[in-house]
C-alpha cells in the first residue's frame, strides 16, 4: 500500500470512527447495546470493508450481547454514514470486540505484583460493572411502561366489544 493510498484509508477510518462513536451513543436506540466505546475502525485499501473494534464495559454476556446488538445494526449505521459522510463507497461494517483494555489492565496486576516483588501471579479479578443510567435507560423505561399502558387500553376497549355484542343478543 502506498503511503497516499495509507493516509487515505487512514483519514477515512477516523472520521468513520467519529461518526460512529456519536451515533452509537447518542442515536442508537438497540437496547442490547450497552456501554459501547469505539476504539479503532480500520479500513481496507479499496475503501469497501471496514473492521469496527469496540470497547464493551460489562460482563461477558452483556458484551455479547451489545456486539449482537452492534452487528444488527451494522445495516442501519452504514446508512447514517452514507448519509452523513461524502464517500463514493460506504464500506461494510464487521465488529469486533477490543480486549486491549483488559490486557493493559491485566498486565499492570501482574507489574504491580512484581514490584511489590510477589511471586505468584495474582488471580484474575473480574469488576462488576456499576449500574449507570443514560439516555438508552431512560428510554427503555418509557418503551416499557407505554407497552403496558397500551395493553391495558387494549384489553379495556375488547372488554367493552364483547359487553356491546352481549347486549345487542337479549
Same mark, same amino acid.
Given at each position: 500500500?502506498?503511503?497516499?493510498?495509507?493516509?487515505?484509508?487512514?483519514?477515512?477510518?477516523?472520521? /468513520?470512527?467519529?461518526?460512529?462513536?456519536?451515533?452509537?451513543?447518542?442515536?442508537?436506540?438497540?437496547?442490547? @447495546?450497552?456501554? &459501547?466505546?469505539?476504539?479503532? &475502525? #480500520?479500513?481496507?485499501?479499496?475503501?469497501?470493508?471496514?473492521?469496527?473494534? &469496540?470497547? /464493551?464495559?460489562?460482563?461477558?454476556?452483556? #458484551?455479547?450481547?451489545?456486539?449482537?446488538? *452492534?452487528?444488527?445494526?451494522?445495516?442501519?449505521?452504514?446508512? /447514517?454514514?452514507?448519509?452523513? *459522510?461524502?464517500?463514493?463507497?460506504?464500506?461494510?461494517?464487521?465488529?469486533?470486540?477490543?480486549?486491549?483494555?483488559? =490486557?493493559?489492565?491485566?498486565?499492570?496486576? @501482574?507489574?504491580?505484583? /512484581?514490584?511489590?516483588?510477589?511471586?505468584?501471579?495474582?488471580?484474575?479479578?473480574?469488576?462488576?460493572? *456499576?449500574?449507570?443510567?443514560?439516555? #438508552?435507560?431512560?428510554?427503555?423505561?418509557?418503551?416499557?411502561?407505554?407497552?403496558?399502558?397500551?395493553?391495558?387500553?387494549?384489553?379495556?376497549?375488547?372488554? #367493552?366489544?364483547?359487553?356491546? =355484542?352481549?347486549?345487542?343478543?337479549?
Amino acid at each position: 500500500m502506498s503511503a497516499s493510498n495509507y493516509k487515505r484509508t487512514h483519514q477515512v477510518g477516523e472520521l /468513520i470512527q467519529h461518526e460512529l462513536a456519536n451515533v452509537i451513543t447518542n442515536e442508537l436506540k438497540d437496547p442490547r @447495546v450497552g456501554f &459501547v466505546t469505539v476504539t479503532e &475502525v #480500520r479500513v481496507t485499501g479499496d475503501l469497501r470493508n471496514a473492521r469496527v473494534y &469496540v470497547s /464493551i464495559y460489562g460482563s461477558q454476556e452483556q #458484551r455479547n450481547s451489545s456486539l449482537e446488538g *452492534l452487528r444488527t445494526a451494522a445495516g442501519y449505521l452504514k446508512h /447514517i454514514l452514507a448519509q452523513r *459522510l461524502e464517500l463514493r463507497f460506504i464500506p461494510e461494517l464487521s465488529f469486533e470486540c477490543d480486549e486491549s483494555l483488559d =490486557r493493559a489492565e491485566r498486565l499492570e496486576t @501482574v507489574m504491580q505484583a /512484581i514490584a511489590k516483588g510477589e511471586t505468584q501471579t495474582p488471580a484474575h479479578e473480574t469488576t462488576e460493572p *456499576l449500574a449507570a443510567e443514560t439516555y #438508552r435507560s431512560e428510554l427503555a423505561i418509557k418503551r416499557q411502561s407505554f407497552a403496558a399502558e397500551r395493553k391495558r387500553n387494549n384489553n379495556k376497549a375488547s372488554n #367493552r366489544g364483547v359487553k356491546r =355484542r352481549r347486549r345487542k343478543c337479549f
